[in-house]
C-alpha cells in the first residue's frame, strides 16, 4: 500500500491553527505513515515555530514538511481574526482543495477559520465544509464528528442534518428529502467507512419531548414519524431508532463514553437535527478529541471540533489531541480508500 498523502491547512493565522498543526505533527507516527505537506506561509510557520519552541515540549520543525506556500498579504495580529486573517486561511484552503482535486493528495486536514474572517475578507460560506463541496463539485454531503472515548474505546458518531444556519430556520429547512439525504450519508458512512454491517442508529426528534405527540410541537406528528417509518422499510439492514426525545437521547452515549453505564445499550450512529443539538453533547464528552469529518466528498476531509480560539491563540497552551486525531483518522481513511481501490482493481483483473 502507498503511504497516505495529506495536506493541512493552517486554518486563521490570529489562531491556533498553526500551533496545533506544529504540535500534532511531533507525533512520529504520523511521518511514520503519511506524507504530509503543510498549505500555509513558511515564513509564518517558522514564526509560530520560533515563538513557541521556548514554552512547548513537543513541537515539529516546520523544515521536516514541504510547504505550499503563500504568504499572508497583509498584517495579521494575534488573536484577531479579520479580512487579513480570513484572506489568508480562504487562500490556503483554496490551494489544498485544487492540488486535492488535482491528485495530489488523498485527504485535506483543515485547521480551524473563522467564518467571520472570511466575511470580512468577501468569502461569504457559512463553513469551510460548504467550500469544500462547492470546490468538489457536490450537493450531496453531510457533517459528521466522530471520537473514541479514551474511558471506554467506544465510538461517538453524531452527523448533523443542518449545519450553520439561524435557530429560526431549522424546522423550516428540515424536509423528508434533507433527512433522508443525511440518514443514506450517515449510513454509507457507517457501513463503508466504519465497517459496521448493520447499524444501530439513533435520531432525534426536533421538540421537547419529540413533540409529546404533537403538543409541543408538531413536526414529529405531521411528517417525522412517517418519513422514519419509510426508511424503515427503505433500509432493512439499519435498525433506526426514533424519533428519539433529543435531551434523553444522549443519556445512553454519555453513558457508553464515561464507562457508567454498557456500550451496547448505545447506538452505533446519531443523526442530530441541527447544529447544538448535535455539538453540545459532542463537546461535553469529547471537546479535546472530536474530529469533524466531511462525507459525500470526492476526498478524505478532517478537521478538529474545535474553532480558533483567539482567546489563547500565541500562548502555546492550546491542546493538539483533536488535531492529532483529525490527522490520524485521515490517514486511516486515505488507508482505506486504497485498499478499498486496490481490492477493486484486483477483482477486475
Ligand atoms: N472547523 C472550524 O473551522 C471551526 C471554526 N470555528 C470558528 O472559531 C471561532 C471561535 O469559535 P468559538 O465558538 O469561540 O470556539 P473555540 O473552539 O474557538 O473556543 C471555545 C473555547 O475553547 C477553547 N479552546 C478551543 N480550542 C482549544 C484547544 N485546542 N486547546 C485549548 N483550548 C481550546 C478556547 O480558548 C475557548 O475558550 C468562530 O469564528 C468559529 O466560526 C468554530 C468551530 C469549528
Ligand atoms: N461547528 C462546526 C464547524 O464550525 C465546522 O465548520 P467547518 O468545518 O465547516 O468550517
Not at 479514551?150 to 461517538?156: E, K, S
Not at 469533524?292 to 478537521?303: A, E, H, I, K, W
Not at 474553532?307 to 483533536?322: H, R
Request: with cysteine.
Amino acid at each position: 500500500m502507498n503511504r497516505a498523502r495529506l495536506i493541512i491547512t493552517l486554518g486563521d493565522p490570529a489562531g491556533i491553527g498553526a500551533e496545533v498543526v506544529l504540535k500534532a505533527l511531533a507525533d512520529p507516527t504520523i511521518a511514520a505513515r503519511a506524507d504530509v505537506t503543510i498549505s500555509g506561509s513558511s515564513a509564518y510557520l517558522q514564526a509560530t515555530y520560533d515563538r513557541l519552541k521556548p514554552i512547548c515540549d513537543a513541537l515539529a520543525h516546520p523544515c521536516q514538511f514541504k510547504v505550499l506556500d503563500a504568504e499572508i498579504h497583509n498584517p495579521v495580529t494575534l488573536g484577531i481574526g479579520n479580512a487579513n486573517s480570513g484572506d489568508a486561511s480562504f487562500r490556503w484552503l483554496e490551494g489544498a482543495i485544487a492540488q486535492t482535486l488535482h491528485g495530489k493528495f488523498d485527504s485535506v486536514v483543515t485547521a480551524p477559520i473563522a467564518k467571520s474572517a472570511w466575511k470580512a475578507a468577501g468569502h461569504c460560506y457559512p463553513g469551510q465544509t460548504e467550500f469544500l463541496a462547492e470546490r468538489a463539485g457536490v450537493s450531496r454531503f453531510g457533517m459528521l464528528f466522530v471520537a473514541q472515548s479514551p474511558y471506554t474505546g467506544w465510538m461517538l458518531r453524531t452527523l448533523l442534518a443542518t449545519t450553520h444556519i439561524p435557530l429560526r430556520h431549522v424546522a423550516d429547512t428540515l424536509t423528508p428529502e434533507l433527512l433522508t439525504l443525511k440518514l443514506e450519508l450517515l449510513l454509507e458512512c457507517l457501513q463503508h467507512d466504519f465497517e459496521i454491517a448493520q447499524p444501530r442508529i439513533a435520531i432525534a426528534g426536533l421538540n421537547p419531548h419529540s413533540g409529546e405527540q404533537g403538543q409541543l410541537g408538531r413536526e414529529e406528528w405531521d411528517w417525522m414519524s412517517a418519513w422514519l417509518e419509510a426508511m424503515r422499510q427503505r433500509f432493512p439492514q439499519a435498525v433506526l431508532e426514533g424519533l428519539l426525545p433529543p435531551d434523553t437521547l444522549w443519556v445512553k452515549p454519555g453513558q457508553a463514553w464515561f464507562g457508567t453505564g454498557s456500550v451496547e445499550a448505545a447506538h452505533d450512529g446519531y443523526l442530530a437535527l441541527y447544529h447544538d443539538q448535535g455539538l453540545i453533547p459532542v463537546k461535553l464528552m469529547a471537546f479535546d478529541r472530536a474530529v469533524n469529518t466531511s462525507v459525500g466528498l470526492p476526498f478524505v476531509r478532517t478537521s478538529p471540533d474545535h474553532g480558533t480560539a483567539f482567546d489563547i491563540a500565541g500562548q502555546g497552551v492550546a491542546d493538539a489531541t483533536s488535531m492529532k486525531a483529525a490527522i490520524h483518522l485521515a490517514i486511516k481513511f486515505a488507508e482505506q480508500g486504497q485498499a478499498a481501490s486496490t481490492s477493486v482493481i484486483s477483482l477486475r483483473s
